[in-house]
Structure formats: C-alpha cells, structure tokens
C-alpha cells in the first residue's frame, strides 16, 4: 500500500514496527491528507531516517498539461512498478473543481467506445494511488470540491481500494470532502452496485447505459452480457431507494449508433417513473475507434426528446479535449508515442481486449476496420 492510502491507526502501526513513537504515526497522516505533502522529505518535524523510509513509497507527475483555458488539468502519473495512470482537474469559474480519477491502470471491460478499455487491463490501484490523485490537485487557496470516479479503469472492479479511497477522501482528520460531493460511475457490476448501496454512504452513483437496449448495449459494452439493462436498472434503483439519492445514468452519444429517436423514445420507458437524471455525453472521437459524436442538432433533438417524455437529461459538455483530458479518453497519446507539447512521447505496443464488433456495429465504420482495432 502507497502511503496516502493507510488509516491513521494503520500508520502509527508502520512507524511502531521501525521502532518510532505512535505520534509519528499521526504527523505522517497529517502532512499527507490535510497538508497535501506528498513528499517525505518536505515532513520537516520527521526524523531524516523515517523520511527516507517513507521515501520509495512514492508515484511520481511524469506530464502536467493545462487547456488553451487554462480551467483543466491533465496530470500524467508513473507508479512505483512503472505503470502509468491519469488524472483531470476540471474547474468551473465559480469555483467548484473537480478531479475525475483513475482506478484501475488500463480497464478488463473492454467497452468499444473507450480508450481505456482497448488497452486491455494491467492492475488495480491501491486507495493511496487514487488519494494522491486528488492531492496533487488540492491546495489552501483552490481546493479540492468535487471528486468523480470516472478516469481508468472500472471502480467496482476495484471494490475494497475504490472504498478504502472514498473513506480516506472523506475523513475528518484529511480532505474532509462530503461524499455527497463524490460520485462513483460503473460499467454495471451489479453485485457491487448492491454491496455500495449497503456502506451507509451518501456518495452519488453514475452508471453508464449507452443503450436501453440489451443487443446493442451488449455489442457497445460486453459487461452486459453478464449482467443486462434489466439487473443494472434494477440495482440503481435499489440505490436510490436506499440512499434517497438521485442515479445519474450516462449515454454516450454515437452517430448512428445510439443517436436515434426511436432509442431516445425507448430509453424514456425505460427510466419512466425512476429517480434519476440522464447525462447525454457526444462521443469524444480518436483516431482508434471508428465511431463519431453526432451533430449538435442531433444531439439536442436526442435530449429534448428525453425531457418532452418527463425525463430529466443534460448534454455534457466534453472539456479539455484539446489535451485529451475528457474522461474515458486518458492516456492515448503517450501509450502511441505521439509527440505531446510537453515532454517525450514513449512509443510502446497495445493490447486489445476487445472482441471483435458485432455486424451491426461494423456497418457504422467508414474503414471497415470495424470498431474496435
Ligand atoms: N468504468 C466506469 C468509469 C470510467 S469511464 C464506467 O464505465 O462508467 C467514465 C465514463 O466515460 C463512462 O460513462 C464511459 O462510458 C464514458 N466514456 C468512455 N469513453 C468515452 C468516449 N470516447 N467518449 C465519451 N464518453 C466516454
Ligand atoms: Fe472500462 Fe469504463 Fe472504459 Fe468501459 S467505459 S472500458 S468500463 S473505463
């Protein structure tokens, strides 16, 4: 476990079995969750030799990139085993910021939209490599208010540490977040979905549909072959119905794919009657996946058919795009060894664990490469 990820108890604990006073314990937690110092040799009320054991501990920034805006940040990081995961900052000019973080180095779903998933999956992060995330974007002056677990990877593939980070964000002594104020988004792990709604929580919860479909949700997402719109419906309700809180369900727009208003009129059906809100995402395009965002026309007729049939929908506006920053578009450009503004690129291979597209999906690619590559 990476230091930000330990418990108060847990870390006087550490410093016990090195032969340090309980209190070391505490200082550590202090500087690392409500200091935001991240590197041992910055505690300066620590003894150099407990600094220097602390010290290997440690991820480190690789690329830092900000929007033509200046109001998002990209934050490339490389672990201690050398894997390399990322993180955005998104701010608002009336000072909400909010940090979209990463939980899974790559991501096993293999949904065919997604950057991440055709990387395939590499391993799950700990709770202090989620937590630093959020710390390298927290200071005093603009701190952090927001937290949305919707970078790499699939949280609710990654259950104890998504928690264990959650608990940390959250903890009195710490960032003090409200978890009102962090929402967990997932492909549908509907056991999972169920086991979160258990915890006592307030956080909000996004699930991704794309589809009221289950053929074409199955084609877009293969995680719906084991567990279908019906079972993933069923425990967001759940989740609302335990918690008080509205689900939001995400719908990436795709031109000619799940665009239409036949899907828009059966979608409403389906969320009919439930506590929710529908957060219409146009597809963030790249190079790799033969699928496009649809006209802004489009788009909007998509929405105002979801809301004339009483349903409540919000297109989102893709932001830092120009540094690939939106969520579920993280780390293409460096895994390609594409020149970035800052920095060397790294050129390396990629593995896709993605099936092959289904037929009706391959009638959408221009190429005929298909989907997924
Ligand atoms: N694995 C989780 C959380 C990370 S993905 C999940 O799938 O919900 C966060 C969101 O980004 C999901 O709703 C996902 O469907 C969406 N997303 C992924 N790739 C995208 C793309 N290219 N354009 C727009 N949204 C995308
Ligand atoms: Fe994984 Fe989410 Fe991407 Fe699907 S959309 S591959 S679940 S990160």
Same mark, same amino acid.
């Given at each position: 476990?990476?230091?930000?990820?330990?418990?108060?108890?847990?870390?006087?604990?550490?410093?016990?079995?090195?032969?340090?006073?309980?209190?070391?314990?505490?200082?550590?937690?202090?500087?690392?969750?409500?200091?935001?110092?991240?590197?041992?040799?910055?505690?300066?009320?620590?003894?150099?030799?407990?600094?220097?054991?602390?010290?290997?501990?440690?991820?480190?920034?690789? #690329?830092?990139?900000?929007?033509?805006?200046?109001?998002?940040?990209?934050?490339?990081?490389?672990?201690?085993?050398?894997?390399?995961?990322?993180?955005?900052?998104?701010?608002?000019?009336?000072?909400?910021?909010?940090?979209?973080?990463?939980?899974?180095?790559?991501?096993?779903?293999?949904?065919?939209?997604?950057?991440?998933?055709?990387?395939?999956?590499? %391993?799950?992060?700990?709770?202090?490599?989620?937590?630093?995330?959020?710390?390298?974007?927290?200071?005093?002056?603009?701190?952090?208010?927001?937290?949305?677990?919707?970078?790499?990877?699939?949280?609710?593939?990654?259950?104890?540490?998504?928690? %264990?980070?959650?608990?940390?964000?959250?903890?009195?002594?710490?960032?003090?977040?409200?978890?009102?104020?962090?929402?967990?988004?997932?492909? &549908?792990?509907?056991?999972?979905?169920?086991?979160?709604?258990?915890?006592?929580?307030?956080?909000?919860?996004?699930?991704?549909?794309?589809?009221?479909?289950?053929?074409?949700?199955?084609?877009?997402?293969?995680?719906?072959?084991?567990?279908?719109?019906?079972?993933?419906?069923?425990?967001?309700?759940?989740?609302?119905?335990?918690?008080?809180?509205?689900?939001?369900?995400?719908?990436?727009?795709?031109?000619?794919?799940?665009?239409?208003?036949?899907?828009?009129?059966?979608?409403?059906?389906?969320?009919?009657? #439930?506590?929710?809100?529908?957060?219409? *995402? /146009?597809?963030?395009?790249?190079?790799?996946?033969?699928?496009?965002?649809?006209?802004?026309?489009?788009?909007?007729?998509?929405?105002?058919?979801?809301?004339?049939?009483?349903?409540?929908?919000? *297109? %989102?506006?893709?932001?830092?795009?120009?540094?690939?920053?939106?969520?579920?578009?993280?780390?293409?450009?460096?895994?390609?060894?594409?020149?970035? /503004?800052?920095?060397?690129?790294?050129?390396?291979?990629?593995?896709?664990?993605?099936?092959? /597209?289904? /037929?009706?999906?391959?009638?959408?690619?221009?190429?005929?490469? &298909?989907?997924?590559?």
């Amino acid at each position: 476990m990476t230091l930000a990820g330990l418990f108060l108890e847990e870390l006087e604990a550490l410093v016990a079995e090195w032969g340090e006073p309980a209190y070391r314990g505490r200082q550590i937690f202090d500087w690392v969750h409500h200091q935001g110092v991240l590197d041992p040799s910055e505690m300066t009320n620590l003894p150099v030799s407990l600094r220097q054991r602390l010290e290997p501990m440690r991820s480190t920034e690789v #690329r830092r990139l900000s929007s033509a805006d200046g109001l998002t940040t990209k934050l490339l990081f490389r672990l201690h085993d050398g894997q390399e995961i990322e993180a955005v900052e998104m701010n608002t000019r009336t000072g909400r910021k909010t940090v979209c973080v990463s939980t899974q180095a790559g991501c096993a779903m293999g949904c065919v939209f997604c950057v991440t998933g055709q990387f395939g999956f590499a %391993r799950n992060l700990d709770a202090g490599e989620v937590v630093e995330q959020v710390l390298r974007f927290n200071s005093a002056e603009r701190p952090v208010t927001n937290i949305v677990f919707m970078g790499m990877g699939e949280p609710l593939a990654n259950y104890d540490q998504t928690l %264990r980070a959650i608990r940390l964000m959250t903890h009195p002594r710490g960032m003090r977040l409200g978890a009102r104020r962090i929402t967990v988004s997932t492909s &549908g792990v509907v056991p999972a979905m169920r086991r979160l709604a258990a915890e006592g929580l307030q956080v909000g919860l996004a699930v991704s549909l794309h589809s009221p479909h289950d053929q074409l949700r199955s084609d877009l997402m293969p995680i719906n072959r084991r567990w279908p719109i019906a079972e993933v419906v069923g425990a967001a309700d759940h989740y609302a119905d335990v918690t008080g809180r509205r689900v939001s369900y995400e719908y990436t727009l795709m031109a000619g794919v799940n665009d239409s208003d036949e899907l828009a009129d059966d979608l409403a059906a389906l969320l009919r009657g #439930r506590l929710c809100h529908v957060n219409l *995402i /146009p597809l963030n395009p790249n190079e790799d996946v033969s699928l496009h965002a649809p006209s802004t026309d489009r788009a909007l007729a998509f929405e105002a058919r979801l809301r004339q049939a009483g349903i409540s929908a919000t *297109i %989102r506006v893709n932001r830092g795009r120009d540094i690939q920053a939106a969520c579920g578009q993280l780390r293409l450009a460096e895994k390609k060894g594409r020149p970035l /503004p800052l920095g060397e690129g790294r050129g390396e291979g990629r593995s896709s664990a993605v099936t092959a /597209p289904s /037929p009706a999906l391959r009638a959408t690619s221009p190429t005929g490469r &298909g989907v997924a590559v």
